[in-house]
Every structure is written in structure tokens, then in C-alpha cells.
């Protein structure tokens, strides 16, 4: 089931004015407003603070300020932040590898957003988890469409599957449209 909600105008505005802060190196204004809109209510803008703090857009990178605001967000029901931390989970970055916790952000955000990547974390939970969190067979599927929508080491990955046939029909033409396409 896709989310298809439409930015709102700030949305697309703040969008907008961290590309030109970006190129700029002048955040004072995208910072500004961030905190602004947050202060009136507007929560859904942590996310934008938090990836601030976590890709370093000016300021300092802080994995801990990022990864507080991320869950701020996700607790004010913003899927997106949980896409977020599950990385943060799945990879142990500023956090302890916690394979469960990953898999229920981003089992969360999938269910509202059913993206490709998402697909191909979800592949990589159940795969690093020896499957107790999804079934082989359901990860299968998550790999093929994260395979599908171009995501390149799900790509040989699947292309592996296929040659050895594990939980699906042993197929060259398969193999090598997969290998092909990892590249």
C-alpha cells in the first residue's frame, strides 16, 4: 500500500531551501525556519533537524542529537524517521546492532510506503536475523522487488538465488538478467 500524500507547501519550500543551503554552505535561514515551524507545532520538521545533524548540513555531525530527533519524529508518527533509525539499528551506527528493532521500523515504514530499498532492508533483517523475523520465502519476495526496482546488491543477491535455486526455480536466464543488472 502506497502513501501517496502530497507535500505540503512547506514541505516543498524547505526542500528547496536546503538544496540552495547546501550549495550555498549558509544554513542560517533553513535552520530558521526548521525551528520555527517546529516551535508552532509543526513536528514533522524534526526529521528535517535530524537529518541536518546526521549528514552534517551545517553543523557538526552528532549521531546522538540526530538519532533523539529521529525518534522524536518517529514517536510523533512520522514512518520516515523509523526508516531512518532502522538504518541506524541494521548497520550500528552511533547505536548497538539490534536486528528486531530494525526490522519493526522498517516492516513500518514498508507497510505505508512499499519502496524498492525498503524491500531490500527488509530482505537484509530477515536474512541477518537466520529468518526468525520473516519467513526465507516472504524475504524472497521483499528481494525480488527490491531486485525489481534496480537496488544492485539485492540484484546478486537474487541472481545467486536463482543459480542455486534456493526458494526459488533454478533459472540461468534468471542468473544472468540479475548478475547483469547488480553491475
Do not use: M
Amino acid at each position: 500500500k502506497k502513501n501517496t500524500a502530497k507535500k505540503t507547501d512547506k514541505q516543498s519550500v524547505i526542500e528547496e531551501i536546503k538544496k540552495d543551503s547546501i550549495k550555498s554552505g549558509d544554513f542560517s535561514f533553513f535552520f530558521y525556519l526548521i525551528n520555527k515551524w517546529i516551535e508552532e507545532g509543526l513536528v514533522e520538521f524534526k526529521l528535517e533537524l535530524a537529518e541536518a545533524y546526521h549528514e552534517g548540513y551545517g553543523v557538526e555531525v552528532d549521531l546522538n542529537k540526530a538519532i533523539n530527533l529521529y525518534k522524536e519524529a518517529y514517536d510523533n508518527n512520522d514512518k520516515r524517521a523509523g526508516f531512518r533509525l532502522a538504518k541506524f539499528y541494521l548497520f550500528g551506527e552511533g547505536v548497538e546492532v539490534d536486528i528486531p528493532k530494525a526490522f519493526k521500523y522498517i516492516k513500518e515504514f514498508d507497510d505505508e510506503f512499499s519502496t524498492p530499498y525498503s524491500s531490500g532492508l527488509l530482505y537484509t533483517c530477515a536474512h541477518a536475523s537466520n529468518y526468525t523475523l520473516l519467513s526465507e520465502e516472504e524475504a524472497v519476495k521483499h528481494l525480488i522487488k527490491a531486485a525489481d526496482g534496480g537496488i544492485g546488491n539485492c540484484c546478486l543477491f537474487l541472481a545467486v538465488r536463482y543459480l542455486n535455486g534456493k526458494c526459488v526455480k533454478k533459472d540461468k536466464k534468471k542468473f544472468y538478467k540479475y548478475l547483469l543488472k547488480a553491475e
